[in-house]
């Protein structure tokens, strides 16, 4: 990455008091800048939705924001949990929500991306595909990207829904985009890594696996880490698509890498996390952490969070585990960070602040 596209992001990075979207911000930063928790002796707080839970929460100004299979997002006091309004869509969800300026942008089973007004609950647009959207949108500059279960790739325009391109690929598109200022970055059930044109949406390149990507990729300098169900993690080079390296796990791979120092970490659906050299692809260590991952971790200083088992902490330099709390199982969620506090959602369809 550029420093052009870095500049660029930084227009749309979270602020220290903010998480936007899946893993904090469009830098995949992964709450860097968060403290290094003990394990948390209580639960602050714990409010449940009514339904299973299978994204990630977001967080602005005092407020959690969360979507549900019923189909609603929530808008929640962090400080209580008390629930300050819901809207309902069209369908389930499976999207993590993203903020961006006064709304919250979210993807629904109906083809639908919404964005919802964070202060009222009312909606502000809808934009509309012809497949499921599971994808969280990747916003920056001003624009929204995503993917469709009808095998296109979308920009809209963030304040307005008005649609900018349409991009035809291979497959069902269920991996959120990484987005710089030239390109966008996302993986499809095409079995391809696909780089496109950020202002036009034509490719530039499109890099084949064995089976298909529904991971999420993060960028570590100038290379792309992505996993694939094909079993390996890639490491390819972002401007040209060109495989630099692979590293072979033990089963499928959908959940999404996070970078720190020079390293990658990622989960496997057999149960490890694997942190690699993300310049070479070198093992650096792997952990039993689970039956089966699916959800991203998240580094926070001195630290990974995964929700598998329960909530772990894991000692980012050898792997060992830190700490585990019994809650927050979800299979898709993350963790979030918010000083001494860590947000956490269930499959259950319980929410819990933890401290």
């Not at 339904?51 to 006091?77: C, E, F, K, N």
């Not at 169900?229 to 630099?244: C, L, M, N, P, R």
Request: charged share 20%; proline share 3%.
């Amino acid at each position: 990455m550029g420093k052009n596209d870095r500049d660029a992001m930084a227009g749309e990075v979270a602020g220290n008091n903010d998480w936007v979207t899946l893993l904090k911000d469009n830098t995949r930063t992964q709450g860097l800048g968060a403290a290094a928790l003990e394990n948390p002796g209580k639960a602050k707080w714990q409010m449940r939705v009514g339904s299973s839970i299978r994204t990630a929460p977001v967080w602005r100004d005092g407020t959690l924001y969360v979507t549900s299979m019923q189909g609603h997002l929530h808008a929640i006091s962090a400080d209580n949990g008390r629930e300050k309004w819901k809207f309902k869509a069209g369908g389930q969800i499976y999207s993590t929500p993203a903020l961006h300026g006064k709304n919250v942008l979210f993807g629904c089973n109906d083809g639908r991306v919404y964005a919802v007004n964070a202060e009222s609950g009312a909606k502000a647009w809808e934009a509309k595909t012809d497949g499921e959207v599971w994808a969280s949108p990747a916003v920056l500059g001003g624009v929204a990207y995503f993917g469709s279960g009808d095998g296109h790739a979308y920009a809209v325009e963030a304040d307005s829904g008005n649609g900018k391109w349409k991009q035809t690929l291979g497959g069902r598109i269920h991996s959120t985009a990484y987005a710089t200022e030239k390109a966008i970055y996302l993986g499809c059930g095409d079995g391809h890594v696909h780089s496109l044109d950020a202002v036009t949406g034509k490719d530039i390149w499109s890099t084949a696996t064995a089976n298909g990507v529904n991971s999420s990729p993060a960028l570590a300098g100038h290379t792309l880490v992505i996993g694939s169900e094909d079993f390996f993690v890639y490491g390819i080079d972002a401007g040209t698509g060109a495989v630099k390296w692979k590293y072979e796990t033990g089963l499928g791979i959908a959940s999404s890498p996070a970078v720190s120092n020079g390293v990658a970490v990622i989960g496997g659906k057999d149960g490890f996390l694997y942190a690699l050299e993300a310049a070479t692809g070198k093992l650096k260590w792997k952990a039993r952490a689970g039956e089966v991952i699916t959800a991203p971790p998240v580094f926070g200083a001195g630290i990974i969070y995964i929700q598998s088992w329960g909530l772990q902490a894991l000692d980012p330099e050898d792997g060992k585990i830190l700490w585990r709390a019994g809650l927050g199982g979800s299979i898709q969620g993350a963790p979030i960070v918010m000083g001494k506090t860590i947000y956490v959602t269930s499959e259950s369809g319980d929410v819990y602040a933890l401290e």
